[in-house]
């Protein structure tokens, strides 16, 4: 496990079949590289549906809002999903009741920002994604070798995927 001071940028380097883990007190995040040409389907309230088209460094990461092995078990299996199983993304509608039980969500492309102020579940677009508080602020950009953190993450660790 390492730490991160306050406010920096740093880069991580992750292989295909590595998953990062960025940990906060409330949630946790998981990271991979989609590893491949790729499309993630998006559900959309209006019955519409948007495609993303990724390119082998970009992001697939899946925000939980709990930590420790429970989560991290949810969010390896939300990321098998998209990344071996081309499973869907949906969008819910502003202000459907199921955005307050929803235990993850799900953002992708070469640049995320995260965000504690948005309603989870609710958002099309793939670069802000609803995460716990002590992880808002943060931005995640994907790199040929890795990944470029900037913001505040205390702890973080590298997994086989």
Do not use: W
């Amino acid at each position: 496990m390492s730490i991160m001071p306050v406010r920096e940028r740093r880069s991580i380097r992750i292989d295909n079949d590595q998953i990062l883990f960025l940990i906060g007190n409330s949630g946790e995040l998981g990271i991979v590289k989609a590893g491949k040409r790729k499309q993630i389907f998006i559900g959309m309230p209006d019955k519409e549906e948007i495609v993303v088209f990724l390119e082998p460094e970009d992001l697939i990461v899946v925000s939980a809002f709990d930590t420790g092995e429970k989560a991290e078990k949810g969010i390896r299996s939300l990321l098998y999903l998209l990344k071996e199983m081309d499973f869907p993304i949906t969008v819910l509608p502003e202000n459907h009741p199921t955005s307050a039980r929803l235990p993850m969500v799900v953002a992708t492309g070469d640049h995320i920002r995260l965000n504690c102020n948005i309603v989870p579940g609710t958002h099309p677009e793939q670069d802000i994604l609803c995460a716990c508080d002590d992880l808002s602020g943060t931005e995640i950009t994907a790199t040929k070798e890795g990944i470029d953190i900037e913001g505040i993450v205390r702890k973080f660790k590298i997994e086989n995927f």
